[in-house]
């Protein structure tokens, strides 16, 4: 199984390996890994299960949608590499990603 | 003026194309649920045509389709000038935009300029304030005597929260919960506010002292606060007055009837439920996972509104352009479907935040942590001094469709 890397806002690390076709939000709810909210289930619709992409992952995981972009503009803590999680569905080509969490999901 | 009661007939054997579950009286007396429950069942998506006061709407009762037209803005519209987000249409001449009730682009513009209000590092700054004011309300509680939790703490607390936000005059923050209630109390309630005619006295009167704090904070440096930062703000300093107005009715209601009636409904339903209260009073870390609970149960915003922009197939139904579309949130958050065991008031549900009290999609709530903030200090405190409030009689509800009111709810706590 391909396995994403979480690395929550104080620095703890979370080696987690995601079945294929699962997104890495419910990778990291289903696992209890904290600092993911994911409260609407994966609709794209809240923006708790923020994450950002390590710079080296970003052409891999591809651009957000119009939907996960206007999402994201309102969180206070989006950057450029900001990704709504659920949004990215793990393949064995994302096998090793690594994810940052922000201070708060909001 | 007494309100009008609840429609006549039986929620389950009216015929379906007579049903009406937006009348208001039925949400004063409870008594909606049955309505919601058979929709649920026989017409998820449902047509009625027989309210008294709102004309022809669609219900959208389960939590799925409820979602669906949530992130489907380009179809469901939040526009004001169609009718904007609840079920009532004010005339077309009162409407008033705010951004809550337009669509992008406009919406997200005018919402980035408030947003940083709640930041997670503005939050974490709240919390010391918020701590020491609930502190000092508890401590002021009258003991072994009978006394309103509706006015001594769920009004207290959230317009103390509000006047901070505004950087509003403190000794007049009882100002912001009379003109939230104006702002949403039917003309048909009973209430202050009598005619539309009325409405917009309080609104002009709103609309004045707040032009004064404008003028008072567009001259000088911005600051963390949110008449500061509409009037500095690239999207909102050029608002005309009935945006301004429109803009701040909605950050007002918005800070005020939800957190106030989520903690006077948080205190009832641990009241009715006292197995849950002792496994709370057991281990107070379930307050984290309660504080989304009481939110989902007390439902405080019964619904929203949109209007549809073109035609759409949802449930089955044909909904055509410009038919009025309520997404009951009371209903959603109460579908077995979605939510286990719905009726039940449980503190410790395993994924507590899936309810569709803050909405989903781009109107989420914009003050959702800043609501369960609260209401998780105000229960971290309580639990440290009380061993029991004890709810004495029956709460009085508001008449409204729209905002799932308490206005009263005699409790007592031991002396």
Known sequence: MPSVT???????????????G??????????????????????????????????????KTGTPSEQEASMLSFAATAQPNSRLSCQIAMTAELDGLVVRMPEAQH | MNAPVAPAGDAWTTPLDQLDPSHPALFQTQTHWPYFERLRREAPVHHSTSSPFFGPYWSVVKYKDIMQVEVNHKVFSSDSSFGGISIRDRPKDLRLPMFIAMDPPQHDEQRKVVQPIVAPANLAKLEGIIRERVCRILDGLPRGEEFNWVEHVSIELTVQMLATLFDFPFEDRRKLSFWSDCATMPVEAGGYVTSEEKREEVFAELLAYFTGLWNQRVNAEPRPDLVSMLA?????????????????????????????????????????????????????????SM????????????????????????GGQRIRAGDKVVMWYVSGNRDPEAIEEPERFIIDRKRPRQHLSFGFGIHRCVGNRLAELQLKILWEEILRRFERIEVVGEPRRVFSSFVNGIAELPVRIAA
Request: aromatic share 6%; charged share 20%; glycine share 10%.
């Open chain 1, 6 to 20: 979480y690395i929550e806002h104080n620095g703890t690390e979370y080696r987690i390996e995601v079945e294929d």
């Open chain 1, 22 to 59: 699962l997104s890495v939000m419910r990778g990291a709810v289903d696992n209890g890994v904290p600092g993911i909210d994911g409260d609407c289930g994966g609709e794209c619709a809240c923006a708790t299960c923020h994450v950002y992409v390590d710079e080296a992952w970003l052409a």
């Open chain 2, 232 to 288: 500095h703000g690239e999207a909102t300093r050029n608002m005309s007055p009935r945006e301004f107005l429109g803009n701040l009715i909605l950050l007002i209601v918005g800070g005020n009837d939800t957190t106030r009636n989520s903690i006077s409904g948080g205190l009832l339903f641990l009241n009715q439920n006292p197995g849950e209260y002792a496994k709370l009073r057991a281990n107070p870390a379930l307050i984290e």
């Open chain 2, 291 to 314: 504080v989304p609970e009481i939110i989902r149960y007390q439902t405080p915003l019964a619904h929203m509104r949109r209007t549809a922009l073109t035609d759409f197939e949802l």
